[in-house]
């Protein structure tokens, strides 16, 4: 069975920096995309980052300068660097990717973890 696991999030003072991290497990043969998104209260869920696994980027505009993603292909784990927090980064942040099993490819889910900016 395969997993996302997202890790890191908490409370920070805006300013601040926080570092997400997600972790795939289960029978796993290879991982495309990798993708950041997050869903604050009332709002849809926005993509925050996407990266291929040749390394290649896209960044919403709201994020571009504070935060850095990166992944690592052989641990199967993907990072989201956020500095220069603001209030309105507040939100659950999702990890999602497109994973090759020995049955399927298809996108998988981390169940979010809470990322809140405030003084």
């Known amino acids: 069975q395969i997993q996302l696991v997202e890790s890191g999030g908490g409370l920070v003072q805006p300013g601040g920096s926080l570092r997400l991290s997600c972790a795939a497990s289960?029978?796993?043969?290879?991982?495309?995309?990798m993708r950041w998104y997050r869903q604050a209260p009332g709002k849809q869920r926005e993509l925050v980052v996407a990266?291929?696994?040749?390394?290649?980027?896209v960044y919403a505009d709201s994020v571009k300068g504070r935060f850095t993603v990166s992944r690592d292909n052989t641990k199967n784990t993907l990072h989201l660097q956020m500095n220069s927090l603001r209030p309105e980064d507040t939100a659950v942040y999702y990890c999602?990717?497109?994973?090759?099993?020995?049955?399927?490819?298809?996108?998988?889910w981390g169940q979010g973890t809470q990322v809140t900016v405030s003084s």
């Open positions: 999602a990717a497109a994973i090759e099993s020995s049955t399927v490819f298809r996108d998988y």
């Open positions: 289960g029978s796993i043969i290879s991982i495309g995309d």
């Open positions: 990266i291929r696994r040749d390394g290649s980027t």
